[in-house]
């Protein structure tokens, strides 16, 4: 039987039925399912909102009146759908600012909508603001500052209680949450219940994140939790909407916090570009907005980014492997202002434009390396428009090269390639060729690709493209070249 067994295989290799070749072993930590589906998301917005939109703070001291929130035309339809109109698929909205002010009628706090005019204190902006993206089909995230200057047991054990009962009741009351923003700003100077101190903690051991973030995996266990150090995903070190032109997705979390001085310092250079061997996926989260200020003040209202910068800030955000946080601050209204609601749709017209085509899809794939020749990683799976599916070499093969013919002379300006994440990042340096005068001219490279890499060119007109691996950890497993043209 064994013989017989070894002569049907011979006959299937001669007949050029290679026997199947396994898939390869993900490369360093991978991200989890939660993980790949916030990856999907590239771009949504966060609302600062409370006190501080009328105060013209930025951080409020936990002083201010409850009156003093009192938006005059408060309409969460409106912000919702000036975020759609942006492309934004999510809203995170700060819940809880540093003052202690609660934009809900939290049964543990007397500071908060429950006793500001607005509604006759019968309101609840969270409410209102998650109903919004339930109904519009965008995505509702929570903001809960660690930190409350109000609070008169903040820096207490007691303060502990406080929050894990506030984080219950946001993600009990409001439906699915996509994400869960921790703020990294703990302890200082405040009101706290009027006894006017400074009152500092430790971030590492004061909140208890072990337990504090059961919570969260109980009651929404699909959320993804943004810290400076995750464990979902990460600050990206600055808020101006750049990540490093290096960028990896992984980090390693042990012993890394902000603003301890030490060899594991979660610094804002290492945030930026992860770490290249880092024993964790920490992908990054840039958050910037799209004003000066982070609130709503008066006076930038001509201060607005146009959608040139949004869309400089795309480039070097989600283009370089992040998802970005872009915060859309409602005025005193209680709505978006007509000039970020134009940036935002003008940046999206854009984008859509030139994505709305992808110039590569269908192209005739090649590749010097196929894993196993199995056709499961052959090299047109880089244009056939599934993400499920990828070009993989074998794996002792870590540089190798794919060329795309197209139908027909195309022109592009952008170039998108993506890894297949569920195997990891594995690539460490690529370029880009045109075929152009009877050779090959490269017209871009960069280092790490990760979710998304995407390299704006000067408008290239060819029949060819190359794309070269030029180093790597683990053999690459590349799930789409795209080329695009930008209006």
């Known amino acids: 039987m064994k013989t017989i067994l070894c002569n049907v295989l011979s006959l299937l290799c001669l007949s050029g039925f290679a026997t199947a070749a396994e898939p390869p072993l993900p490369y360093g930590p991978v991200p989890s399912p939660r993980q790949l589906a916030w990856h999907g998301l590239d771009a ?48 995170v909205i700060t819940c809880k600012h540093h003052d202690g002010f609660c934009l809900w009628p939290s049964k543990y706090t007397e500071h908060s909508v429950k006793n500001s005019p607005w509604q006759q204190g019968k309101g609840d902006v969270v409410k209102e603001i998650s109903d919004a993206c339930r109904k519009h089909g965008l995505k509702f995230g929570v ?106 997705s992984t980090l390693t979390r042990s012993n890394k916090w902000p603003g ?18 880092g024993a964790d996926w920490v992908p990054g989260e840039s958050c910037v907005s799209i004003r000066p200020g982070w609130f709503y003040h008066t006076d930038q209202d001509d201060k607005v980014k146009s959608a040139a910068e949004l869309l400089k800030i795309y480039y070097e955000t989600v283009g370089r492997g992040c ?64 993400g499920k599916t990828y070009w993989a070499t074998d794996d002792a093969v870590k540089t190798a090269e794919l060329v795309l013919a197209l139908d027909k002379p195309a022109t592009f300006n952008v170039v998108r390639v993506r890894e297949y994440l569920p195997l990891g990042q594995r690539v460490d340096g690529f370029a880009v060729d045109a075929w152009q ?49 930008a209006p």
């Open 44 to 91: 949504y917005g966060f609302l600062h909102f409370g006190p501080n939109t009328f105060t013209g703070k930025e951080w409020g001291y936990g002083d201010e009146a409850e009156t003093v929130f009192a938006p005059t035309d408060f309409d969460a339809e409106q912000i919702v759908l000036a975020a759609k109109a942006g492309g934004l698929r999510g809203l």
């Open 143 to 248: 903001y809960l500052s660690p930190w409350d200057r109000n609070y008169k047991d903040y820096g207490q054990p007691e303060y502990l209680t406080y929050y894990r009962n506030q984080l219950r009741e946001l993600l009990t009351n409001y439906g699915p949450i996509f994400e869960l923003w921790l703020d990294g700003a703990n302890g200082g100077d405040g009101y706290y219940g009027g006894a006017r101190t400074t009152r500092k903690i430790d971030n590492r051991t004061y909140y208890d994140w072990d337990n504090t973030l059961k919570i969260v995996r109980e009651l929404q266990p699909d959320a993804s939790v943004f810290s400076d150090n995750g464990p979902e995903c990460r600050w990206i070190g600055n808020e101006v909407g750049c990540a490093g032109e290096t960028c990896w």
């Open 323 to 386: 998802n970005l946080i872009l915060n859309l601050p409602p005025d005193r209204r209680g709505r978006i202002h007509d000039n970020d609601a134009k940036a935002l749709a003008e940046w999206r017209r854009v984008l859509d434009a030139t994505f709305a085509s992808d110039l590569a899809r269908g192209a005739t794939a090649t590749a010097d390396h196929t894993r196993g020749e199995d056709a499961r990683f052959a090299p047109g799976k880089v244009v056939d428009g599934d």
């Open 437 to 485: 005068d009877g050779k090959w001219t490269e017209i871009a490279a960069a280092t790490s690709i990760g979710n998304q890499r995407l390299l704006r060119t000067p408008a290239i007109t060819t029949s060819k493209v190359r794309l070269r691996i030029t180093k790597a950890a683990a053999c690459p497993a590349i799930s789409e070249v795209g080329l695009f043209r």
């Open 260 to 277: 301890v001085v030490s060899a594991g310092a979660c610094t804002a250079a290492l945030l930026n570009t992860g770490e290249r061997d």
